[in-house]
């Protein structure tokens, strides 16, 4: 026979609460978490409903019963650059003049990406966090494209990028 279910009174108004005012799908789970078993489903048919396995949601339970968030992994806790800021570096490395050496060859768009994250974080950058980044922002650019279609096309994107960052300039709106 299993034991009783745990449960708060305090836990179980405030998990009603989130299931009708949040947009956040990890604090849905983890209301849903808690209401499933307290209306009779166990913890693997509710592990089976919200796509988790059953220690997951025995821990999410027991972190929403003493108030905690629910916890997040994987994200960018370690990125060198902001999301939000790394299209309009990797733009910025295809156009800047100062350091692109297009008709000599001398510079890649790797090399030139490089330049401006060290320059924004004033530390070294691996071969693969730049790899990373151009993969994160390539299909920004061009749709499914990955690093290498965005070095394959690197001349017409330059240009595609200056005539943007002129367009901008003469209608007075800043340019990333």
């Known amino acids: 026979m299993p034991r009783p279910v745990n449960h708060s009174a305090g836990a179980e108004q405030r998990a009603h609460r989130i299931l009708q005012e949040t947009s956040d799908i990890e604090e849905l789970r983890a209301a849903q978490a808690y209401l499933l078993p307290l209306a009779g489903l166990t913890l693997d048919q509710v592990a089976l409903m919200l796509g988790r396995d059953r220690y997951w949601i025995s821990r999410t339970r027991n972190r929403f019963i ?12 370690q990125s060198l650059v902001p999301e939000d800021q790394e299209l309009a570096m990797v733009k910025r490395a295809f156009i800047s003049p100062d350091r692109w050496g297009w008709r000599q060859g001398a510079t890649t768009l790797r090399t030139n990406l490089r330049f401006w994250l060290e320059k924004a974080t004033d530390a070294d950058v691996a071969e693969s966090t730049i790899t990373a980044m151009l993969n994160r922002v390539a299909p920004k650019i061009l749709v499914g494209a990955t690093a290498a279609d965005l070095q394959r096309h690197c001349y017409s994107l330059r240009n595609l990028f200056d005539f943007e960052q002129k367009a901008c300039e003469e209608k007075g709106i800043s340019w990333p």
């Open 66 to 77: 003493r108030g905690q968030k629910p916890l997040t992994h994987g994200g960018r806790r």
